[in-house]
Nanobody
């Protein structure tokens, strides 16, 4: 059984920081590319960041680059999303995902596994 479990969401004020975690179990994820997406009410799922097997990263430059950092601990099969200088427009459910390949991607339909999501709410 493949599982991705997110944690670390919550309610914060604008300018605060949060770190999301996504732990994988059930398969060997150390070489899988991983990603973070988010979905706000009434909006489509949006790419946030992705990391490949060797630590190379891509970001949604329009909205998060410079504020968010994705990283991974392959020994723990865990991926993190450090979010700094949070804004109210960052409010969304954040999902982690994994794809059965080495390479990062910004396209949600290229991911094979998804977590259940964690809510991040940023108040002004």
């Amino acid at each position: 059984q493949v599982q991705l479990v997110e944690s670390g969401g919550g309610l914060v004020q604008a300018g605060d920081s949060l770190r999301l975690s996504c732990a994988a179990s059930g398969r060997t994820f150390s070489s899988y590319a991983r990603g973070w997406f988010r979905q706000a009410p009434g909006k489509e799922r949006e790419f946030v960041a992705s990391i490949n097997w060797s630590g190379g990263t891509i970001y949604n430059g329009d909205s998060v680059k410079g504020r968010f950092t994705i990283s991974r601990d392959s020994a723990k099969n865990t991926v993190y999303l450090q979010m700094n200088s949070l804004k109210p427009e960052d409010t969304a459910v954040y999902y982690c995902a994994a794809r059965r390949t080495l390479y990062a991607s910004s396209k949600p339909n290229e991911y094979d596994y998804w977590g259940q999501g964690t809510q991040v709410t940023v108040s002004s």
